[in-house]
């Protein structure tokens, strides 16, 4: 049976939407919380192959969707370079801050791959075990959106403490985001090396950057991750989500030349129609909050997402993440009125 998700995303749609959700596996699963009760380090369960085998798994039994994206998280890249990286329950990520020199010179990447080997691990694990229509997708932070949570040491609104580093110290941040380049194309490397048939380059926090240093903080970072990622894998597509870009999102896809972008829940569908998806395969966007009313609303903003970008290709997807209040029969609804979806 073929991979219809990654025949969008090479850019050749069929009558079907594929279809996979950010944050397909989570909290709004009871089959999720139950494995992840015998794990009380979050980092540790991203580091047990078997388990986070088994929670990627999950919703593709319970939905049947086309893809299913490696269980792992964005931070195991600094956790990989020496950064100390821990949850706390209620709060989120806390990573000791690098910020200076002194706390920089102490990431490297000698003990990378040991370090998160068991993420690959779990890749080939998976790459074996999925039904063999179902995609299996890779994915890292991009640099920007990794460096916010290094050098706040914590998740922050307006990002402040990357940004004041980046105008104050541009020598120091660049140096910074360009050993998240190195350590993430070799990341992403070896996940498809492992068996990944494509990755994401999760951008998540790219809103409200100034136009200049969208290129520097931004595009730049990512075109680096993507020319190196190609040099030896050139077949595997790449995704780019820079989420809230705004206008900047055309830019991003001519300059970065990734394969296909993920929108985020306010980009206007005809807009991403003419200026994006005639370039590239687009993912998305419905409002993962409306997953949570479900009902008509979802399915009729469901056929009209779809309806809207049938012109081209589209992997339908969220806007952003799921949220653990979703209930789950609101996404079963979700997976039946894609799958009866023709374009
Ligand atoms: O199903 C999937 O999408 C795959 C797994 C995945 C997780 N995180 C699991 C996770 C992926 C792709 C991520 C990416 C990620 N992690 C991003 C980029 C995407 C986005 O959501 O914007 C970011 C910014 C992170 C950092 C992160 N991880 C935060 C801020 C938090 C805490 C917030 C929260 O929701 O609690 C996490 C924890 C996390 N990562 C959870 C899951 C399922 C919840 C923690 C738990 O189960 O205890």
Redo the contacts with the bound molecule.
């Keep these: 049976m073929a991979k219809i998700l990654l025949e969008t995303l090479k850019g050749n749609p069929g009558e079907k939407v594929p279809f996979w959700?950010?944050?397909?596996?989570?909290?709004y699963l009871p089959e999720?919380r139950e494995v992840?009760s015998t794990c009380p380090s979050?980092m540790d369960?991203c580091y047990s192959p078997d388990k986070a085998t088994e929670v990627?798994l999950q919703?593709i039994r319970r939905y049947g969707m086309d893809g299913a994206?490696?269980?792992?998280?964005?931070?195991v890249v600094p956790d990989g370079l020496g950064q100390q990286v821990w949850?706390e329950?209620g709060f989120?990520?806390k990573l000791d801050p690098v910020a200076t020199e002194e706390t920089f010179s102490k990431l490297s990447m000698a003990n990378f791959h040991d370090k998160v080997g068991n993420v690959y691990k779990t890749v080939s694990n998976l790459s074996s075990a999925l039904p063999e229509n179902v995609t299996l997708l890779g994915?890292a932070?991009a640099p920007w959106?990794v460096a916010t949570?290094m050098i706040a040491g914590q998740?922050s609104k307006d990002h402040a403490a990357a940004r004041q580093l980046g105008y104050g110290n541009p020598d120091l941040f660049g140096r910074i985001l360009n050993m998240l380049v190195d350590a993430t194309a070799e990341y992403l490397c070896r996940q498809i090396e492992a068996g990944a048939d494509a990755v994401?380059i999760?951008d998540?926090?790219a809103a409200a950057i100034p136009e200049t240093m969208f290129d520097e903080w931004i595009i730049k970072p990512t075109k680096a991750i993507v020319e190196k990622v190609r040099a030896k894998h050139s077949e595997t597509p790449i995704i780019g989500f820079p989420?809230l870009a705004g206008a900047a999102l055309a830019r991003f896809v001519e300059e970065t030349g990734v394969d296909a972008v993920s929108l985020d829940t306010g980009v206007p569908l005809e807009w991403a129609a003419s200026e994006v998806q005639s370039k590239v395969c687009v993912q998305g966007n419905m409002d993962p909050h409306l997953v949570v009313s479900g009902g008509d609303l979802m399915v009729s903003e469901a056929n009209r997402i779809m309806e809207s970008l049938k012109g081209g290709a589209h992997i339908f997807n969220l806007g952003?993440?799921f949220v653990?209040e979703t209930p789950p029969e609101n996404v079963a609804l979700l997976s039946e009125t894609i799958k009866n979806f023709r374009r």
């Design positions: 959700f950010m944050r397909q596996a989570g909290r999720y992840r979050f369960f990627t919703p994206i490696l269980f792992a998280d964005i931070l949850f329950t989120g990520p994915f932070g959106t949570y998740g994401q999760f998540s926090w989420r952003h993440g653990p």
